[in-house]
């Protein structure tokens, strides 16, 4: 008897279904590892602040700042891969220099004390693992990422961030090493709760300084351009219109996907300190170290061990993107050559740029500047230069001189928008509750 044939509702065949897999792997890039970046040393340790003051309290944020951040996102990355140039380069190119040096002396000093939080964060975090030297441990790491990002091409170096995404896991696996009461999480989660104490306020702050800051928009509208430098056939979209269509869609997909792993390992990270620090009367955390030693005694050795390694994890994925993105900014705001992809003797500037950041950032641990104050004065600069930023973007990404027929339009221009009013609230509310 002859079989009948298969239905339309049939699976897809194996060797389809790996082509389909391996298509969405290649989509993934400059907006997975920007937002994988986004959860680095210093992220995690205002998420690990926030669930151990205030329990399950600001769980809703990560869902309010998803659609804004990953919204702003792509719409760095369509000016990067529509023009060939990062948002420095634009800002050169078709506006006043003072814009220009603005934005981009902002990112830098943000950077750098970023860079030196998470270096010492990092160094801490294998203090507590294996114990010795966190300085001595700090200083190899730097020079380590440093190695990496000179004599390390491109191509093969976002693959290796691309795999170091895979330490974010390690805060979702937390979560179910200790007893979670769902209902009330996924209540806090979709029934927000707003406080106007000045202490509450200042949190939702910091975590949407934190979520959403400047070095990611550079970090990726460069990584856009690096990626056309490493497949020979592919043009900024002004030169080769007839691309358009399948890039935006690479690139929705792997924004989209990239954000949502960066904001659902933030929102894990506040969970985990709220069912296990702030149940326990624990509230008062100050680094991404202290809360992984937090943890210790109350949820047990496993999810200490693993809570610490997420945390020099993540710092390999953040150092690159933050020394890269100042590389960038500054080298395209001077018109050096600039990109991963290029050789040392390409692109010396480029590349002293990253290793003079790295440096200072280490040398602030060295001098024993306080991480504390170190973290806090990243986020006010992260918080009060994202608002003016994300205007220049979004009127970048909406000027035709800019971005000639592919400039933003619908509901991604409004939403771009949206953010923009946002951030630009968030940092005035930041002055006002400063100012009393």
Known sequence: MTPPPPSDASPAPAPERREKKKNLLQALGPGLVTGASDDDPSGIATYSQVGAQFGYGLLWSMLFSYPLMATIQEISARVGRVTGHGIAGNLRRHYPPGLMWSATALLVAANIINLGADIGAMGE??????????????AVIAVASVLLQVFVPYSRYTKVLKWLTVSLLAYVATVFVVKV??????KATFLPHLSWQISSVQALVAVLGTT??????????????SEMDTHVLENPLQQAPQQAPAQFRR??????????????????IILTAAVTLHANGKTDIQTSAQA????????GPFAFVLFAAGIVGTGL??????????????????????????KPHQARGFYIIIAVATGIGLTLDLLHVD??????YSA???????????????????????????????WLKWLGWAGSAVMTLAAMTLFAVRGH
């Open 292 to 299: 992984a030693e937090a943890l210790r005694p109350v949820a």
């Open 380 to 410: 006010i600069i992260n918080g009060v230069s994202a608002a003016p930023i994300m205007v220049l973007i979004m009127l970048m990404a909406s000027n035709p001189r800019v971005m000639g027929q592919f400039t933003v339009k619908g």
């Open 371 to 376: 991480p504390i104050k170190a973290l806090y």
């Open 251 to 268: 690139i929705r997909t792997d924004t989209f996907l990239g954000m949502a792993f960066s904001n659902l390992v933030a929102y894990f």
């Open 212 to 225: 959403i800051s400047p070095y990611l928009f550079f970090w990726q509208a460069s990584g856009e351009v």
């Open 181 to 186: 009461p769902w209902a009330a999480a996924l």
């Open 317 to 342: 994925l953040a150092l690159p993107v933050l020394a890269g993105s100042a590389g960038y900014a500054l080298g395209e705001a001077l018109h050096w050559p600039v990109g991963l992809e290029r």
């Open 125 to 138: 975090a294998v203090r507590l693992l294996v114990g010795g030297p966190a300085l001595l441990y700090a």
